[in-house]
């Protein structure tokens, strides 16, 4: 294939197919890892993560269970290495650039190294891989165990042993510990298997030539019976450990569906034609993924088929569930960008190397408008931004001895409280309205005094936040909280405006 000339002109560990992608991919999505402020997702990431272990083993039971395992990890991460953006975001950006290089290392036992290694460089240059390895959340990670458990299960199916089987088994445990939607990637490794157990090897299709394996088979009465036995039974064996590891969290989860989904819509078949453009984050690079995929499988008949189905029946899966119930998202499905990436990389080993990385080159180009955006923001669209750091600039300038601070809306999914003390600390004023935290509820929000203006009668100056841009602040708060506000002597000193917030001072 195209990739030979690699090789010759970069000898030993240079001319290694994973090493180019996973530096490209290091470099691109580190350079400006900490300029985006913590969306609320991120937000999230960080309360857990910074709460005490019992306190963090409360919460699986009430909110998050699917994405414990995460912060369990993040916990530990936090704890030796800060919580700034950068220092929350390290561990995707790693876990993005391993993706890379595991997904070269899989396409050129696939496709061959020119596949492989122009399909992990697209890998590197989409701005979705940018987005979710500057994200403090798990998709980084679970794209990485789903590449890694592919290529360990094309490793087992080649020449089966305990150990394969074993390391197989540990990645799809860890697959599914990242996230359980994930697990969607079983049906495409159960089709791989299936198709194993038809050839003469029992490897998967179109990875090698296996012409003596079937001579010996036909040599022998009933040995290529044994050998469709024997995947089958490795991959359900390797299988099981897994689902004893991960069943109670399947069953912790399913209990939270209705809370931690509560605002995600049913699919529809639009929804189908803007995924490329969701999961790269660009419509223009969408489309040509899209585009070069479906034509590297085509070009690349038997050996295209294992990332072809780890493309397809993930996406299949999740549609088909999302019309019945809320669970359609497409970020949780970005796992099976690399495998479009391996398909476009077959669709480009047609062309001299220079060509290809023109291609993967042009990508880049296409994408930079968005990966500049998503440098500024998280949020989507980008216009959306939710200026948590502005706001607490705000607070923490003109705050004094003796200030408090009360938040409205407090139990929606804009985490308003949260974004001001991540970005404070210390520095917050008192909460005066909090009566019992996130950490004792086992979740992300406060019960507040049932009793406003109690809570409220010793304050003289009192810092309020709003969702949205108000020019009066105070009538955006409902109920016994509002009343107190407007009616306890209490007077709008100043009013400052942020994108998605609004931050007030109250006086009395």
């Known amino acids: 294939m195209g990739g030979l000339p690699v090789r010759r002109h970069l000898p030993g560990w240079l001319g290694a197919v994973w090493l180019w992608p996973t530096l490209a991919t290091l470099a691109v999505t580190g350079a400006g890892i900490g300029s985006a402020q913590p969306w609320r997702d991120e937000l999230a990431t960080w309360s857990a993560a910074t709460r005490p272990l ?57 496709l061959g190294r020119h596949a492989g290694l122009t399909g992990g460089l697209l890998f590197a240059a989409l701005p979705g891989t940018s987005r979710y390895a500057q994200e403090a959340r798990p998709y980084a990670f679970v794209a990485l165990f789903a590449v890694l458990a592919t290529l360990l299960l094309v490793r ?49 299709p179109g990875t090698a030539d296996r012409a003596t394996h079937g001579a010996a088979d036909r040599a022998i009465p009933g040995t290529a019976d044994r050998r469709s036995r024997r995947p089958v039974w490795g991959w359900l064996l390797a299988l099981l450990p897994a689902a004893v590891v991960l069943t109670p969290l399947v069953l912790l989860a399913a209990g939270q569906r209705g809370r931690q989904l509560d605002w995600v819509d049913q699919a529809r078949p639009a929804d189908l034609v803007a995924l490329p453009g969701a999961l790269t984050q660009s419509g223009a690079v969408g489309g040509l993924l899209l585009g070069l995929a479906a034509l590297g499988a085509a070009r690349s008949g038997r050996a295209g088929l294992l990332p072809a189905a780890c493309l397809v029946l993930p996406v299949a899966l999740v549609f088909l569930a999302g019309l019945a119930v809320p669970l359609w998202v497409p970020r949780y499905l970005f796992f099976v960008v690399p495998f479009a990436c391996l398909l476009a990389g077959a669709a480009l080993a047609t062309a001299a190397l220079p060509a290809a990385l023109a291609v993967v080159l042009l990508a880049g180009l296409l994408g930079l408008p968005d990966q500049a955006a998503l440098r500024h923001s998280h949020e989507w669209p980008r216009g959306a931004l939710v200026d948590y750091r502005g706001a607490a600039r705000v607070i923490d300038a003109g705050r004094r001895p003796g200030d408090v601070i009360v938040f409205s809306p407090r139990d929606g999914w804009l985490f308003t409280d949260l974004g001001i003390g991540y970005h404070l600390g210390d520095r917050q004023p008192r909460d005066a309205l909090a009566v019992r935290g996130r950490d004792a509820r086992g979740d992300y929000w406060a019960d507040e005094c049932p009793d406003p203006a109690a809570c409220l009668a010793g304050a003289r100056r009192v810092w309020l936040v709003v969702a949205g841009r108000r020019t009066d602040p105070v009538a955006a708060v409902p109920g016994a909280k509002g009343a107190a506000l407007r009616d306890d002597g209490f007077a709008v000193e100043r009013v400052w405006q942020r994108p998605g917030l609004t931050v007030a001072l109250l006086t009395r």
């Open 54 to 110: 019992g306190d963090l083993a409360r919460m699986a039971g009430t909110i998050d269970a699917a994405t414990w395992p995460y912060y369990l990890f993040m916990h530990g991460w936090v704890t030796l290495c800060g919580d700034s953006p950068a220092a929350l975001r390290l561990p995707s950006a790693l876990a993005m650039a391993g993706t890379a290089g595991l997904a070269a290392a899989l396409g050129a036992r696939l």
């Open 156 to 204: 087992a199916l080649e020449r089966p042993g305990w150990r394969r089987w074993a390391g197989y088994a540990a990645a799809a445990a860890a697959l599914g510990l990242a996230h359980l939607v994930a697990l969607t990637l079983l049906a495409a490794h159960a089709a791989a298997v299936l198709a194993a157990g038809r050839t003469s090897s029992g490897a998967v």
